[in-house]
């Protein structure tokens, strides 16, 4: 089979989550391509290190029509990306334009059979499904942080597509504001998160020297947010952005269920608070029962 | 100016999810409600007709017959008109064609709907539609108003915000702070009851996706304390100082 992987990029390099996205191709594929429309050919040319048979260059990932026929003219099988917003936009648009199924959230790798069937997480990490398609073709859309990084020995071979420049943009951006920091916390290996145990905005910058030391992205719970104490791209839960890094503190969050709901599939959870009756110790793999802000400069002081 | 709200119904967000033979959703003891983003994008609707009475909205969910009381909810929160196409939302694509085959019959400027729904969290209905009925997509989307003839947006990238001013007509994937939960008053409550609810018989597309095997995954191990005096062994498990 064939593998189509879109690629995404953090500043100059490929996201942790493609990487992911190409080991998982690799699994179930002989051959795997990758797209992009950033056309940084020495960069490029690395790749096959990551798993990338071939690369299509493209003027613009979000110009579906000026590409969609690379998928039928390369035999592509199936196509890969891994959840953000940019991808949820690209996959539903080649799913109408090719008539091809889509999954999101995909877990697990699909069986080889005749038929496809793979894995899917449902009610925010809740439950999980087994999808069966009756296609051959397919869209999977991966969560996060679901296979390791595996390192490949490919030779990749670069091949730009020119099209027309088409403006097909009906809108106009008016201002960008990038989050700060250097950290995405969809992308986050370790995730430093506090509630409202914390008492008021004044006291995270302990939160913020530990995410420091940690190489870690900062987050919050709702009622945090809703308080204006952090930005509301910080929140993460049900409503708010789900995230599955390797480890994720919560410090003075009491770990309501729709808390749980965006952070359940952590590999590992470290619980601080002073209650120990707080439910979010049954959900946790480690817990400290204490004051935030005893524990945490404890903890920065140990790590420093 | 005519608004169409997409709605889902879901399990509470509060609700313990369970099966019945690893084959159907258990809705044993489950309070069912308008998706959390659906409300958001139902309340932003609501606002903009309190300060601009040309708007008339309309609210649709893909469901059955028990998906009725919240969309007597919607009607309370303050549309002005409910349907339900009868069908089993089962996949994406299948309640993308219905929407669609809905919004060709009628017209609308302005098409609003949640990021995802919390059940099966696919968050690409709004994406879907967009592309089937070549309209220009957005999600999740922060804020919405009107100047002029231009609408302005904020959307979340993977880096950051995004205020864009763009034209109607639009599909929007709605997600806080676009607006403020709205919760019924006794008048819209006694309102809604006198509001249209149609419902539509169409038939059913075919899926090629079946979901097979549900499960809830095992509770993983206990939790492991460390006391607040022994931060070091909790560093040394998670060997963190390798990080």
Same mark, same amino acid.
Request: net charge neutral; charged share 25%.
């Given at each position: 089979m064939i593998s189509l992987v879109f690629l995404d990029f953090n500043k100059d390099s490929l996201k942790d989550s493609?990487?992911?996205?190409?080991?998982?191709?690799?699994?179930?594929?002989?051959?795997? /391509?990758?797209?992009?429309?950033?056309?940084?050919?020495?960069?490029?040319?690395?790749?096959?290190?990551?798993?990338?048979?071939?690369?299509?260059?493209?003027?613009?990932?979000?110009?579906?029509?000026? /590409?969609?026929?690379?998928?039928?003219?390369?035999? @592509?099988d199936n196509i890969i990306l891994s959840t953000n917003n940019?991808?949820?936009?690209?996959?539903?648009?080649?799913?109408?334009?090719?008539?091809?199924?889509?999954?999101?959230?995909?877990?697990?790798?699909?069986?080889?059979?005749?038929?496809?069937?793979?894995?899917?997480?449902?009610?925010?990490?809740?439950?999980?499904?087994?999808?069966?398609?009756?296609?051959?073709?397919?869209?999977?859309?991966?969560a996060n942080n679901i296979v390791d990084i595996k390192d490949f020995d490919k030779k990749v071979e670069l091949l730009s597509l020119n099209s027309d420049e088409q403006d097909i943009k009906s809108y106009e951006i008016l201002e960008t504001n990038n989050i700060e920091g250097d950290i995405l916390l969809t992308e986050a290996n370790v995730v430093v998160s506090a509630g409202r145990g914390l008492k008021g905005p004044e006291?995270?910058?302990? @939160?913020?020297?530990?995410?420091?030391?940690?190489?870690?992205?900062?987050?919050?719970?709702?009622?945090?947010?809703?308080?204006?104490?952090?930005?509301?791209?910080?929140h993460v839960g049900q409503t708010g952005i789900k995230i599955s890094p390797n480890i994720y503190f919560a410090i003075g969050i009491s770990g309501a269920i729709q808390h749980l709901a965006g952070v359940n599939s952590s590999k590992k959870i470290i619980v601080i608070n002073n209650d120990p009756d707080a439910p979010f110790f049954k959900s946790a793999d480690y817990g400290i029962v204490g004051d935030a802000f005893e524990v945490v400069p404890k903890i920065i002081e140990a790590l420093k | 100016m005519n608004v169409l709200v997409c709605i889902s119904c879901v399990p509470d967000t509060t609700s313990k999810i369970s099966f019945i033979d690893n084959k159907s959703f258990n809705s044993d003891g489950i309070q069912f409600i308008i998706g959390p983003y659906e409300d958001y994008a139902l309340a932003r609707a609501v606002e903009l007709k309190e300060s601009n009475s040309d708007i008339d909205i309309s609210v649709i969910n893909v469901g059955n017959e028990t998906t009725e009381p919240i969309l007597r909810k919607a009607l309370a929160i303050g549309a002005d008109r409910a349907f339900r196409i009868n069908l089993e939302p089962? &996949?994406?694509?299948?309640?993308?064609?219905?929407?669609?085959?809905?919004?060709?019959?009628?017209?609308? &400027?302005l098409i609003l709907m949640g990021k995802e729904s919390i059940d099966y969290n696919s968050g690409i209905v709004h994406h879907l539609v967009g592309a089937m009925l070549n309209i220009t997509s957005f999600s999740p989307v922060t804020f919405l108003d009107f100047d002029g003839d231009s609408t302005i947006i904020k959307r979340e990238t993977d880096t950051g915000i995004e205020k864009i001013k763009t034209k109607l007509p639009l599909v929007l994937g709605c997600q806080e702070p676009i607006a403020e939960w709205k919760i019924p008053n006794m008048r819209g409550i006694m309102n809604a009851r006198s509001k249209e609810l149609k419902v539509l018989d169409y038939d059913e597309v075919d899926s090629v996706i079946s979901f097979d095997n549900y499960n809830v995954p095992?509770?993983?191990?206990?939790?492991?304390?460390?006391?607040?005096?022994?931060?070091?062994?909790?560093? &040394?498990?998670?060997?963190?100082?390798?990080?």
């Open positions: 493609s990487k992911q996205a190409i080991s998982f191709s690799n699994l179930f594929n002989e051959k795997v /391509y990758g797209i992009t429309d950033v056309n940084d050919k020495d960069y490029l040319s690395t790749l096959g290190a990551n798993g990338l048979d071939k690369i299509f260059v493209v003027k613009n990932l979000e110009d579906i029509k000026s /590409y969609i026929d690379i998928v039928e003219n390369n035999k @592509v940019r991808s949820k936009f690209i996959s539903s648009n080649i799913s109408v334009f090719l008539d091809m199924p889509i999954i999101s959230n995909v877990s697990g790798v699909p069986s080889k059979t005749d038929k496809i069937s793979v894995n899917s997480t449902i009610f925010s990490g809740k439950a999980d499904v087994t999808i069966n398609l009756s296609s051959k073709k397919s869209i999977f859309i991966l006291n995270w910058s302990m @939160v913020e020297d530990l995410a420091k030391i940690l190489n870690a992205a900062t987050a919050c719970s709702k009622p945090v947010s809703d308080a204006g104490w952090r930005p509301h791209h910080e | 089962k &996949d994406s694509i299948s309640v993308a064609k219905y929407l669609k085959k809905f919004i060709q019959e009628n017209s609308f &400027d095992t509770k993983k191990e206990e939790v492991k304390f460390f006391d607040k005096d022994d931060i070091n062994g909790l560093i &040394d498990e998670l060997k963190l100082k390798n990080i």
